[in-house]
């Protein structure tokens, strides 16, 4: 390219600049507050590479159009009252606990009535615990799964016996 050509490439491109910009539409940056136990167990246990890679396959950039933002308790359980408030102030758009028990859950439900909460793989029945109002219809903010429940355990029950008395396709006879 010469360089006449680059200067009536940049004048063009200054012209038209303000009419793209005007064209483009402002997109939400959604803000999401994660808090956890530790970094580490975040990585190991709690699918953190999955999470980003779900987040990209809808669309979502770290960076464009959506900030995580993390808290650690680093096992320091007295921390979690001061980290909610922290996420919450920070206006989150959706907080998720994960590795924190029912202390992270029950911090995040004492510190906002209106942002979504989504509990991961919580050990605790959360309807025993007082954090929501039946597994069905959790009511006010919290959802998630939890790996505790008694609920569960006739279910999973039901589906290992369902599973060893009909075996698939895969399973051989010894």
Do not use: W
């Amino acid at each position: 390219m010469t360089a006449l050509a680059l200067i009536i490439a940049l004048s063009l491109s200054l012209l038209v600049a303000p009419y793209a910009v005007e064209a483009q539409q402002p997109t939400k940056v959604y803000r999401i507050g994660i808090l956890a136990g530790s970094a580490h167990s975040l990585r190991e246990r709690h699918g953190h590479d999955a999470m980003h890679q779900g987040l990209r396959e809808l669309g979502y950039v770290e960076g464009q159009n959506v900030i995580l933002e993390y808290r650690y308790t680093e096992g320091n359980v007295a921390l979690l009252p001061a980290l909610v408030a922290e996420l919450v102030r920070l206006n989150v758009d959706i907080l998720v606990v994960s590795g924190v028990g029912y202390v992270g859950v029950l911090a995040a439900k004492q510190a906002t009535t209106t942002i979504p909460i989504v509990m991961v793989s919580l050990a605790t029945d959360p309807v025993e615990a007082g954090l929501v109002e039946s597994l069905a219809r959790p009511g006010g903010n919290i959802t998630g799964f939890t790996i505790m429940t008694i609920e569960m355990a006739g279910k999973r029950l039901e589906l290992f016996k369902e599973a060893v008395a009909h075996p698939g396709p895969c399973r051989r006879p010894v």
